[in-house]
């Protein structure tokens, strides 16, 4: 079936510091959602695409439908920025109903 | 951030029994999703609403859950007979319209314990 493969599956940043995650579609995907998972467990929306970047703050996403993949790229990291980041994309079939194909996460770790 | 209510937060059940889970999604929103995620953060589509009306659920939710979104009353997941493996958290998610284009908004879940 369609599949997400998400990338790091953990990843640990000092303060300040920045880097990306990214996820890779099997085939082609209509739109990109991504979540962060906080400390109560609830997935928070960061961005919703269906093609190009987005930016807000010291995050920035891009999705490229045709290449099959999704960035989410954090700059000037915080502590507040730890938690795990899910992809989740919505496959280009017209009986998807919008349903979403998660990734498996990325455990993201800001150390002082 | 979201205002998907889902009631209760943790329920647990012994082997046998009924699970049942409420949500009541956004204001304004008539599309209702249900996923299960289990310990290792892996997502599973259950079944989602438009309105009233399933649009699409898997085999195991047609076989082995009652679900409903009745107008004017929280929707509900129930597990007609609770297994060891249904041990997940329950997350519902709403959005503005169907198909696609339209962004989900979760709630923070039920976390079922089937003991």
């Known amino acids: 079936g369609d599949q997400v493969e998400q990338s790091p599956s953990a990843l640990s940043l000092h303060e300040g510091t920045g880097s990306a995650l990214r996820c890779n579609f099997t085939?082609?995907?209509?739109?990109v959602q991504w979540f962060r998972k906080n400390s109560r467990g609830s997935l928070i929306n960061l961005f919703y695409l269906a093609s190009g970047t987005k930016e807000n703050g010291r995050l920035k996403s891009a999705f490229d439908s045709k290449e099959r993949y999704s960035t989410l790229h954090i700059r000037d990291a915080q502590l507040e920025d730890s938690g795990t980041y899910f992809c989740?994309?919505?496959?280009?079939?017209?009986?998807?109903?919008?349903?979403?194909?998660f990734g498996q996460g990325t455990k993201l770790s800001i150390k002082p | 951030n979201s205002k998907v209510i889902q009631t209760p937060r943790y329920l647990v059940k012994g082997q046998g029994q009924k699970a049942k889970m409420r949500c009541i999604p956004e204001k304004g929103h008539p599309v209702v999703f249900w996923y299960q995620q289990n310990k290792n953060n892996e997502f599973k589509f259950l079944i989602n609403?438009?309105?009233?009306?399933?649009?699409?659920q898997i085999d195991m939710t047609e076989k082995r859950f009652s679900a409903e979104c009745p107008s004017n009353s929280p929707c509900s997941l129930e597990i007609q007979s609770s297994e060891a493996g249904d041990s997940a958290l329950y997350l519902c998610a709403s959005s503005l319209t169907g198909g696609s284009g339209n962004t989900l908004y979760f709630g923070e879940g039920s976390r079922l314990i089937v003991v």
């Open positions: 085939t082609t995907m209509r739109a």
């Open positions: 609403f438009q309105n009233q009306e399933v649009l699409q």
């Open positions: 989740a994309a919505e496959a280009g079939v017209n009986y998807n109903q919008g349903k979403l194909i």
